[in-house]
Structure formats: structure tokens, C-alpha cells
């Protein structure tokens, strides 16, 4: 056996968490002419070169990107068309505005459907759209869904609203995902606030990004678990993505031990997590050591690129995956790297990509102004 605390930087991985940068004009551009004046839009000060990466919108270069982090497939999640989910969009346009979305992350996908993974996003307002919707986008060679992780009032994850979404998902094998900053509630207040520039307060921010994203994961999970949506549905997969993973074992803990009181289910809720939840992480110390005993199976490593804040590890993955995943023997670490995400999304891990043969000097840029999130290790 190879020696567990080395991690060779060429070592296969797959993103299990990255991004899209949508170009600014996309909505404009695509939406059905009666929705025009509701599309979404973006000045340039917020648009794609916020990003910088061309490959957040274009294939060709994404594919050099992923080969110069050591990345051979991606899950693809969207950014600016999280804004689906608005307080002052109703159903329609939100259906429709997800839709411009999915074709053009189908035609994007086309370039190396082996490597680029999409998933549909879906709103869950109409049921049979919704269902419609991702059958179509399976279709069109989509790994699964993507949805809100705070529903619009009224339509808790644990009520009957979704029975017969869920029995589809789970029909046509498309793991559903619900990703931070994806939704109602706090998500759309922060959305609504930003976009009328009423700044929250630094203390505001650490608490949100700290600990809300966290307790809003906790709330969504619990809600599906302890309602009986995967004793009802056993083959339905879930993802939750970006909320870091060090923080799981404690819950599922405390989950397990308040449910030997009441609970009307047959399995334990942290049973129900290990054979159909999942979760992304890219910069966690603690999930990373806590590993080695629990997680192996669900936890999924992911860099998140193209975003250009902490968390982003995308040209940093080795070192950080050597400080964070070093420690596991080879055969659990190639689970958390590659292994799992294939077989949850039922894909092959394609060969390594070819490493870029010439010079691009906005490499060593990117590097040099995130080394400061990454002191020590890079």
C-alpha cells in the first residue's frame, strides 16, 4: 500500500461542486419574448469578467483550466441563475428563466459531455413542469437536478407537495442537489438586498456565512430525512453542496440521539444519510480529519471554480487536498476525490486531461493574489 500522507499532485480528482458564469446578456438574449421585460440582467461591473476565467461561460477554455488543477470531470452548479429564485418572480417566469439556463448549459456541456456534468435547475413550484423539465434535460445527457434549499412559504420539504417529484427523480436516477445561497427565505432577503445595495454589516456577513449556511442545511435535511421522504423513497439521492462537511457527524449525532425518543421511522435519521445523502467540501480541515471515520462514502471533494472567494481552491487543489485528505489510506481518499461522484452520477472518471503546453501568465496572477486565503501551504 502506498504510503497514506503523500498525495501526488497529479492524483485523478473530480470537482463535485463547480461553477458556471453566465453571461450577463444570457436572459435578454433568450427569454420568450412576453417575459422580456422581467428577464434577468446584470451591468457589466457585476457580469462575467468578475470572474475573469473565460472557461465560467466557455467550454474550450474551461477544459484547460480543469487540466491545469488536476481536474478531470466537473459537476457544473449555476451562479447567476440562482436569481430564479426571486420574492418578486412568480412561477412562470422562474420556470422560464431556468430554462434559458438549461439550454444553455446543455450546449455548453456538448463540447465533453464525458467531463462537463450539468444538472438541471429546476423550480419546484409546478410539479408536472418540474417533472417535464428534468426528464427533458435527461434527455439532453444532464447527471441531475438542482433546486432551492429554502422553499417559498408554504411548501416545506417535509409536506406532500413534492411525493411525486421525488418518485420521479428517483424513476430516472437524477440525484437532486440544493446548494447554499439557492433559494427563499434568508437566501432571496440577501439577494433582494444586495441588489438595492442595503450592505449588510461585517458582523451580519460572518454570521451568515458562518453558521447560517450551516443551520439552513441542518433545517433542509432534517425536514426530508425525519418526514420519511427516503424511507418512501429509497433510491433518491441528495446532495447538499458548499456547506463544508466538518460540522455532519456532530448533527447526524445529535439527530440520532433526539430521534430514539420519537422516532416513527424504521432506520435512524443518520442511517438515511449514510445510504442517500451526500455533501461537497473544498477548504475543510476538520471534515478532512474527521474522514477517516465517518464520511467516506458521502462526502465529496470539489474545488469551485470559477468563484473568486474563500472556498475557491482551483489551482491550490493539491496542496490543499494533501494538508486536508493526506492522512487517508489511498483507497478512501480516491472515494472523496473521484470514486463516489462517478457512481452517484452513474459516469465513468475519464482519463487525465492533457497538461497545458503553453505558457499562461493569468495562472501565476490568479495564484499570486489568492496565496493570501492560502499562507502555509501553497
Known amino acids: 500500500m502506498a504510503d497514506a500522507k503523500v498525495v501526488p499532485n497529479d492524483e485523478v480528482r473530480i470537482s463535485a461542486d463547480s461553477h458556471m458564469a453566465e453571461p450577463v446578456d444570457l436572459w435578454v438574449q ?20 468578475q470572474y475573469r476565467r473565460e472557461g465560467g461561460w466557455e467550454p474550450v477554455p474551461r477544459l484547460k483550466d480543469m487540466a491545469a488543477d ?42 465533453a459531455p464525458d467531463r462537463l456534468w450539468g444538472q438541471a435547475l429546476i423550480p419546484l413550484h409546478n410539479i408536472e413542469n418540474a417533472i417535464l423539465e428534468m426528464e427533458r434535460c435527461k434527455k439532453a445527457g444532464f447527471v441531475g437536478v438542482t433546486t432551492w434549499m429554502i422553499p417559498p412559504d408554504g411548501l416545506s420539504f417535509a409536506g406532500d407537495h413534492y411525493e411525486r417529484f421525488w418518485a420521479a427523480a428517483q424513476e430516472f436516477e437524477m440525484p437532486v442537489s440544493m446548494h447554499i445561497n439557492n433559494g427563499y427565505g434568508a437566501y432571496a432577503e440577501a439577494s433582494a438586498a444586495t441588489r438595492t445595495r442595503n450592505e449588510w454589516t461585517r458582523i451580519d456577513e460572518l454570521s451568515f456565512t458562518t453558521s447560517g449556511h450551516k443551520k439552513i442545511a441542518m433545517d433542509m435535511l432534517t425536514d426530508i430525512i425525519c418526514s420519511g421522504v427516503l424511507e418512501r423513497f429509497p433510491r433518491l439521492k441528495v446532495v447538499v453542496a458548499e456547506a463544508e462537511v466538518g460540522w455532519i457527524p456532530f448533527w447526524l449525532e445529535e439527530l440520532d440521539k433526539r430521534s430514539r425518543r420519537r422516532n416513527s421511522l424504521p432506520m435512524m435519521p443518520s442511517e438515511y444519510f449514510n445510504r442517500q445523502v451526500y455533501a461537497t467540501f473544498a477548504d475543510d480541515p476538520v471534515g478532512g480529519h474527521l474522514l477517516s471515520r465517518w464520511g467516506g462514502d458521502n462526502f465529496l471533494w470539489a474545488n469551485d471554480y470559477p468563484h473568486p472567494g474563500v472556498g475557491d481552491t482551483w489551482l491550490f487543489s493539491g496542496a490543499i487536498i494533501a494538508r486536508d485528505l493526506g492522512h487517508l489510506v489511498p483507497e478512501t481518499r480516491a472515494k472523496v476525490l473521484r470514486e463516489s461522484v462517478a457512481k452517484l452520477y452513474g459516469k465513468e472518471i475519464p482519463a487525465p486531461l492533457p497538461a497545458p503546453s503553453e505558457p499562461d501568465p493569468s495562472l501565476d496572477e490568479w495564484r499570486q493574489e489568492r496565496a493570501g486565503y492560502y499562507v502555509g501551504i501553497a
Open 30 to 49: 433568450r427569454m420568450p419574448e412576453r417575459f422580456r421585460d422581467r428577464a434577468l440582467q446584470w451591468t457589466a461591473r457585476t457580469g462575467s469578467g
Open 70 to 111: 488536476g481536474v478531470v470531470a466537473e459537476v457544473l452548479y449555476p451562479t447567476r441563475a440562482k436569481s430564479v429564485f426571486r420574492l418578486d418572480y412568480d412561477a412562470e417566469i422562474s420556470e422560464a428563466s431556468a430554462r434559458v439556463y438549461n439550454d444553455w448549459l446543455i450546449e455548453f456541456c456538448e463540447e
